[in-house]
Structure formats: C-alpha cells, structure tokens
C-alpha cells in the first residue's frame, strides 16, 4: 500500500506560539540517513532553513530512517513550510549524487508513480507540547533514540543530535535555542533517565 489513509485524514493543527515535536521518515522507513555525509547534508539544511525562516530549534535527532526535532516556528511560518524547505534542500543534494554514483538503492525507493522518493509521503507525525514536563519528556526521548536503536551505548556517542549541546559542549555543534521563561524544562532536565 503506497499511501496509509490514515495519513491523508489527519490535519495538522497550527497553534501560535507553540512548540512543536516532529517527526518524519524517508520513503518506506529505508535507511537513506545513515550515510554520514546524508546526516550531515540534513544538518546543512536544517540550519540554512533555520536562518532563512527563523524558527527556534530546542532539540533534533537523525536516526538512519527518520528524524525527530522539536522546534517552534515563527508566527509569521508555517510548520510545513519550514519542513518542505528542510526535506527538498536534503532530497535533492542527495538525489543528484546518487544518481550520479547509479546507487543502486535508487531502485528502491521508486514509487507506484515511478517516481524517485526520498521522504514518506505526508507531513510526518507532529503534535503541540503543552507543558514543560511535556518538554523536558520528549528532550529526553529524542536524545535517547540512538540508545533505544542500540546504535550507541551514550546518547553523547551519537554525531547527529543536539544531545552535546544540551550537555553543554559548545564547539561544532548545532547551536540549539535557549528555553525562556521561568526556566522551566531547563530545570527539569535530569539527563537521560
């Protein structure tokens, strides 16, 4: 089946000022993340998105078939906006060179349409977080995935997440946003368990 239905019946509910916890996947969950250089054409473009949109990054990973991030966009951006903008820049850079190389995982991932996908049709999965324990909750899971995969035995072994500055290593990482406030998950942040 090429399309869940389910998929197709959910609508994406938009609340000003909320922040959101995505996730979406590559086309039919294959792992076309877990080349190192993909990871870090994604990263590439998750902070060029980030500078042109303007929204605000708490926390991210990329799993070799799917990527989480919690983030808020601006009031002024769609979510999905900011989304297509991150999966075009990924799907095209990585495209082109493997059709350059004829990767045979090209013929993988071609659609009933015959067409080359790298991303699961639809928006993905994501939801408002209401509250900070909400937050600092889904922080946690996002920076333990690797370790729940078994691809990593500390969630800081893992290159592709934010999880080193959240820890509060500052060189070569991807500058997440500071929490505002009464300081709230920052506060509740307990590490990973």
């Given amino acids: 089946m090429e399309h869940d239905p389910l998929r197709k ?56 078939e799917h990527v989480h991030m919690m983030l808020l966009p601006p009031e002024s951006v769609a979510l999905s906006r900011i989304l297509t903008s991150i999966k075009v820049r990924v799907a095209k850079r990585v495209m082109q060179a493997r059709q350059r190389m004829d990767d045979a995982i090209l013929h993988d991932i071609v659609d009933v349409n015959c067409r080359t996908r790298f991303w699961q049709y639809g928006g993905g999965f994501d939801r408002n977080v209401r509250t900070d324990e909400e937050l600092a909750k889904e922080i946690r899971y996002i920076h333990r995935n690797p370790i729940e995969r078994g691809l990593v035995t500390r969630p800081e072994d893992w290159r592709w997440s934010s999880v ?21 998950a920052w506060q509740l942040w307990k590490g990973y368990m």
Avoid at 44 to 52: L, Y
Avoid at 172 to 182: F, N, R, T
């Fill in 9 to 64: 019946s959910m609508k994406r509910r938009e609340v000003q000022g909320g922040i959101r916890f995505v996730t979406f996947s590559t086309y039919q969950r294959k792992q076309l993340l877990i080349r190192p250089g993909v990871a870090d054409e994604f990263v590439t473009a998750m902070s060029k998105a980030r500078m042109e949109m303007g929204y605000k990054l708490y926390a991210w990973v990329i799993m070799p």
């Fill in 164 to 184: 080193g500055w959240w820890m509060g290593k500052r060189m070569g990482e991807v500058e997440c946003d500071e929490l505002k406030g009464s300081g709230g």
